[in-house]
């Protein structure tokens, strides 16, 4: 199906086969083509096994763009993607269609990754030449107001109907100012507008001061001392803030996008995805209407745990939209036998994903739900640092990764973990925990800058009435643009964040 960009250039927009297994939707295969193919590739290679110790914590280097894995090109299951080399100039394996063929795009691609060693070279010699230390780290707790009706922002208890988030600002000895954004959401995970400002505030402010704002590993081994680890990295949507705060400092010392900085072009613009999050069947068809109104083409929907009411709501959304890329999220609300039965009901309504169907540590339900391959398991509760994406793809766990740099702990994490589901040839989706501002611009800048095939299930702006933006985010036929800009690309205006400050936190 052909739609037309608000840029003017026809896009394909690939309609997937309701099988998994028989036809269709491959992972990595391409919903939307790069407005301007990336010199750099797409930094996958397809088929490979991923292993934490392949992706160095300070050396993310674009790699050449994975062969084989391409807009038609599908069928294949990820585990049998041929095996393809991670650099250009590596062995190939034997029997690949091109193995002892030295192809254009070969040189291609070897330009590419020296283009990319080359922007980490001079970013590195550009930080050397930057001498700055963090001298304040402040946090504004605040409060959305919310717009409509989302099953996580729901006030009770007392507390304010609205998105919760924790505004960073880091300021330098030189007066350079990072802003960063945390984006607690207490009934998605354990972290609350109140935790994360205290472990800010108590712990990891006094840790900061003094530091050298690019010791990224020093820093981040230095928050994960002050708050272990449980099962998986402590805190992490606390940590993010601090990240994305650092991220957007070190960018603006260096004068850099984030683009700039990974040596990389991807996309300049992301199709959004609708959330449907209805409480009645009759509900449906207004919120896609409101959804379209705005230019979306895309819906994911809220399933879990009543699959009598899932099934209506897709087989609704289907024939209301039938060309569009249709998303289901349990947010881990099935139990296995439930998953398993409603997965090949999903698939043949033309579901084409099934995200986070089972709770995070159900991990023989996950084996079990790959292994009937119904549809593609993406993950999300159940990814928060490349440790557990290393193991689930390692075991077989999973087809894909809802990205968030709020979950994983920012920006830098979450790149780490979009190179290695691009290596192990998984599938890189795009979502959010309803960003506003700051965490909306983080969450852009890797899924632009990594060429997102996928509509980006970011819903800040569909659910967030108010921001603190200078010039605030805003959808045109349904995208949203990545922001150029040094740093993370946007500018706070502080005189918006006073009247949402929460006052007794
Ligand atoms: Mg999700």
Redesign the pocket.
């Known amino acids: 199906m052909n739609s037309t960009r608000e840029d003017g250039r026809e896009e394909e927009v690939q309609t997937f086969s309701a099988s998994h297994k028989s036809k269709a939707l491959v992972p990595g295969s391409v919903l939307f083509p790069s407005p301007s193919p990336s010199p750099q590739g797409e930094g996958i290679v397809a088929g490979a096994q991923a292993s934490i110790r392949d992706v160095p914590r300070e050396s993310f280097l674009p790699l050449p763009k994975g062969e084989g894995r391409g807009e038609g090109e599908g069928g294949e299951n990820p585990s049998s993607i041929p095996e393809l080399s991670e650099t250009p100039n590596t062995h190939v394996p034997e029997g690949s269609r091109r193995s002892t063929i030295w192809t254009r795009r070969n040189f291609v691609q070897l330009l590419a990754a020296w283009s990319g060693v080359l922007a980490s070279r001079t970013t590195d010699r550009a930080a050397e030449t930057v001498n700055a230390r963090i001298a304040k780290v402040e946090s504004f707790p605040i409060n959305y107001p919310v717009v409509g009706h989302f099953k996580f922002f729901e006030g009770r208890g007392g507390r304010p109907n609205g998105r919760p988030a924790v505004v960073i600002k880091i300021t330098a000895d030189n007066g350079a100012i990072g802003w960063g954004q945390s984006v607690p959401t207490p009934r998605w995970s354990y972290e609350t507008l109140e935790t994360v400002h205290s472990t800010i505030k108590r712990y990891l402010a006094p840790e900061l001061i003094g530091r050298d704002p690019f010791d990224l590993e020093g820093i981040q081994s230095a928050m994960s001392r002050d708050i272990a680890p449980s099962f998986s990295t402590g805190q992490p949507i606390c940590k993010a803030g601090i990240d994305l705060a650092l991220f957007d400092l070190t960018g603006k010392l260096l004068k850099q996008s984030p683009a700039q900085r990974w040596g990389r072009t991807g996309r300049d613009r992301i199709p959004l995805s609708w959330t449907l999050n209805p409480r009645s069947l009759n509900e449906i068809e207004d919120l896609i209407a409101q959804g379209r109104a705005r230019g979306y083409r895309h819906f994911n929907v809220k399933v879990a745990p009543d699959t009598k009411f899932d099934l209506e709501l897709c087989r609704t959304v289907k024939r209301l939209v039938p060309d569009g890329f249709l998303w289901a999220?349990a947010?881990g609300g099935y139990d296995e036998a439930t998953a398993l039965a409603v997965a090949p009901k999903l698939a043949d309504i033309g579901v084409a994903v099934f995200?986070?169907p089972l709770p995070a540590n159900r991990l023989g339900g996950y084996r079990r739900l790959k292994q009937q391959g119904a549809l593609p398991i993406i993950m999300?509760?159940g990814i928060v640092s490349s440790v557990e994406l290393d193991e689930f793809i390692q075991f077989g766990l999973l087809d894909g990764v809802?990205m968030k740099p709020a979950r994983c702990g920012g920006l830098t994490e979450a790149r780490r973990q979009v190179e290695m589901v691009g290596k192990a040839g998984l599938m890189f989706l795009g979502?959010g925990l309803t960003d506003p501002d700051v965490s909306l611009a983080a969450s852009l800048a890797l899924y632009g800058a990594y060429d997102l095939k996928y509509p980006a299930a970011l819903n800040g702006p569909q659910f967030l009435s108010e921001s603190i933006l200078k010039r605030p985010f805003q959808v045109a036929d349904g995208q949203l643009a990545v922001p150029k800009g040094p740093g993370l690309g946007v500018e706070v205006d502080e005189g918006k964040i006073k009247p949402m400050l929460i006052k007794e936190v």
């Open positions: 999220d947010n995200e986070q999300d509760e809802a979502s």
